[in-house]
Every structure is written in C-alpha cells, then in structure tokens.
C-alpha cells in the first residue's frame, strides 16, 4: 500500500511541477525569452515523461496487489487509516490531473493564437517588402515558387 501512496504522491507533485513549468512557458513566450522557452520545453518533455512512468508503476501496482484496476476501484477494498489516506491522495490526484490537462489546453490555445498572429505579421511585412502572399481556394495562404517556368512570346 504505502509503495502505491508514494507512487500516487509522486504523481501530484509531477503534475503541480509540470502546471508551474506550462506557467513559465507562457510568461517566457510573451516576453520573447526564447532561451527560457527551450529550457522549460526540456524540462516539460522530462516531466511529462516522468509522469507517464509514474502512472505506468502506479497502474501496475494496484493491478499486481490488490486486482483492480483503478485507484478508486482500489477504495472500498481499503481498511480504516489506509482507506481515508488513499481517498485524500485520490481526490489529490485527480484534482491535480484536472488542472494540469486544463493548463495544457489553455498553452496549447495560446500557442495557437500565437502562431496565427505572427503568420499574420510575418504576411504583412512580406507585402511591405512587395511580396504579397497567395491564397489558396480554402483561404489558406500557399508558398510561391521563387523561380518559375519563362513563356517565350513571338511576334
């Protein structure tokens, strides 16, 4: 039991870790601190990776202990002390993987928006400097070749 608590409680302080990383991520991109966006991506990817271990250990412990699947499965099999520190870390838990899918989202919309308002901005200058952008049927702008096929006109 306790090997499973630990593995539950590692889980919620990698998940609190990687909310405060996503955080920085967002601060650093605003402010155009490229050299902390590659940090926090180094950090977020050993994380993340260290989460998926995390719930991979976890999900195999309770299968090979106690022949459930889940953790909350795990709660009415618990005794007394076992069973309310297991239903805390439980609630812990989830509240903790809530928060950090919800924060992924939202870097992952602010991104989004980011990388819509710097192609916006990279196509204005392209039209300052005369180049303008060609647009497909869809709307969506097309790469022009630099160089082309030459038609030869007689007269």
């Known amino acids: 039991m306790t090997e499973a608590l630990a593995l539950l ?17 967002k601060q650093a991109l605003i402010s155009f601190e490229i050299d902390i966006v590659l940090e926090n991506n180094l950090k977020k990817g050993n994380l993340i990776s260290e989460l998926v271990t995390t719930r991979k250990k976890l999900r195999e412990t309770i299968k090979e202990k106690f022949v459930v699947q889940s953790g909350e499965d795990l709660i009415p099999l618990l005794t007394s002390p076992d069973k309310e520190s297991w239903s805390s870390a439980w609630v812990q838990w989830q509240t903790a993987w809530q928060k950090t899918q919800i924060k992924c989202k939202e870097n992952q919309r602010f991104i989004e928006h980011s990388l819509r308002n710097l192609t916006l901005f990279t196509d204005h200058l392209k039209e300052l400097f005369g180049a303008n952008t060609v647009y497909s049927k869809q709307g969506t702008p097309v790469d022009r070749q630099a160089q082309g096929a030459v038609v030869e006109g007689s007269y």
């Open 9 to 25: 409680t590692r889980g919620i302080a990698i998940c609190e870790e990687l909310c405060l990383c996503l955080e920085h991520e």
